[in-house]
């Protein structure tokens, strides 16, 4: 080996070394000051989160793959964020660059840096290497992740990809004419939305589907191999069906269909859905009343809302 080769492994290992002792040191000191070193915040119920701005970014593409943890899409919100539940910090890749959201359990560069719009952010070293000390959660195992993105509506997202292992996935008031896909292997997917045209591409191993867009015009793909479909559409909108259950039933509208129910009528929106051993059940969506106050405390008048 080279003089100058044995010289640079020297000093590397020196500013290790150097590293290491300081960190331990600053770790002495916090904990004797009562200093947390470590920034994380809690909600309601204790549980450590983090939420990332995403005001400034021009996300219109969503791409999640991870092993266990709830995901939530809901869009509407007062602003665009991501809140992350029970995660630890940096055992994780996110990244908001190029107009797209990217979250996965998968560790590398990203881990420890996180690449926004033009720009990127470091956080130190104090959340990879275990020097632990005052501020640091200790999450349980059995803590559920969860993953909460919420949308402005200046927001517009046009592709969302969610892959799940374990956990729930669910989404609200997707935009128009979103792409929506979602594999889950042990969970249920929820969907509603009022924009009538998101396509959808939905896959369940072990749970339910669940699909509420009154005025679907879209086209959507599902199937369950475990578990039961629910879909709730208006009775007039014009939408070709494909249900099928071959050991289970099918109900369209409340009449039953056996095992399988096709319309005769071909239409530019189509839902194919398919429960491998469960039922399916197409019903209209949900109607309530809501009470208005008048200016008249007798009486009260009904608001029909369409859930």
């Given at each position: 080996?080279?003089?100058?080769?044995?010289i640079?492994?020297?000093?590397?290992?020196?500013?290790?070394?150097?590293?290491a002792?300081?960190?331990?040191v600053?770790?002495?000191?916090?904990?004797?000051?009562?200093?947390?070193?470590?920034?994380?915040?809690?909600?309601?119920?204790?549980?450590?989160?983090?939420?990332?701005d995403?005001?400034t970014?021009?996300?219109?593409k969503?791409?999640?793959?991870?092993?266990d943890?709830d995901?939530?899409?809901i869009?509407?919100?007062?602003?665009?964020e991501?809140?992350?539940?029970?995660?630890?910090?940096?055992?994780?890749?996110?990244?908001?660059s190029?107009?797209?959201?990217?979250?996965t359990?998968s560790?590398?560069?990203?881990?420890v840096?996180?690449?926004?719009?033009?720009?990127?952010?470091f956080?130190?070293?104090r959340?990879?290497f275990?020097?632990?000390?005052k501020?640091?959660?200790?999450?349980?195992?059995?803590?559920q992740?969860?993953?909460?993105?919420?949308?402005?509506?200046?927001?517009?997202?046009k592709?969302?990809?969610?892959e799940?292992?374990n956990?729930d996935v669910?989404a609200?008031g997707?935009?128009?004419k979103?792409?929506?896909?979602?594999?889950?292997?042990?969970?249920?997917i929820r969907?509603s939305?009022?924009?009538s045209?998101?396509s959808?591409?939905l896959?369940?191993?072990?749970g339910?589907?669940?699909?509420s867009d009154?005025?679907?015009?879209?086209?959507?793909v599902?199937?369950?191999?475990?578990?039961?479909?629910?879909?709730?559409?208006?009775?007039?909108t014009e939408?070709?069906?494909?249900l099928e259950?071959?050991?289970?039933s099918?109900?369209?509208?409340?009449t039953?269909?056996?095992h399988a129910?096709?319309?005769g009528?071909?239409?530019?929106a189509?839902?194919t859905?398919n429960?491998?051993?469960?039922?399916i059940?197409?019903?209209?969506p949900?109607v309530?009343t809501?009470?208005?106050?008048?200016?008249?405390?007798?009486?009260?008048?009904?608001?029909?809302?369409t859930e």
């Amino acid at each position: 080996m080279k003089p100058t080769s044995i010289i640079f492994l020297i000093l590397a290992a020196v500013l290790i070394i150097a590293g290491a002792v300081t960190c331990s040191v600053a770790q002495s000191s916090a904990k004797k000051e009562n200093i947390s070193i470590f920034c994380y915040d809690y909600n309601e119920n204790g549980e450590p989160i983090e939420k990332i701005d995403l005001t400034t970014e021009n996300i219109n593409k969503i791409t999640v793959s991870l092993s266990d943890c709830d995901v939530e899409i809901i869009a509407g919100a007062e602003k665009s964020e991501l809140e992350l539940v029970n995660f630890e910090k940096y055992k994780y890749s996110l990244s908001t660059s190029d107009s797209e959201l990217e979250l996965t359990d998968s560790i590398g560069i990203k881990s420890v840096i996180r690449f926004n719009s033009g720009s990127f952010s470091f956080e130190g070293l104090r959340y990879i290497f275990p020097f632990g000390g005052k501020g640091k959660p200790k999450i349980p195992e059995s803590a559920q992740r969860k993953a909460i993105i919420r949308l402005a509506d200046t927001t517009v997202v046009k592709s969302a990809s969610v892959e799940v292992e374990n956990g729930d996935v669910s989404a609200e008031g997707l935009a128009l004419k979103a792409d929506f896909k979602v594999d889950v292997g042990n969970g249920n997917i929820r969907v509603s939305s009022d924009s009538s045209a998101v396509s959808y591409k939905l896959t369940v191993k072990n749970g339910n589907i669940d699909i509420s867009d009154p005025a679907f015009s879209g086209v959507a793909v599902m199937r369950t191999e475990k578990g039961d479909i629910f879909l709730s559409v208006n009775k007039e909108t014009e939408c070709e069906y494909k249900l099928e259950a071959p050991l289970g039933s099918v109900s369209y509208y409340g009449t039953s269909s056996g095992h399988a129910y096709t319309t005769g009528t071909t239409y530019d929106a189509k839902i194919t859905a398919n429960a491998d051993t469960g039922d399916i059940k197409l019903t209209v969506p949900t109607v309530t009343t809501v009470p208005t106050v008048t200016t008249d405390p007798t009486v009260t008048t009904g608001t029909v809302v369409t859930e």
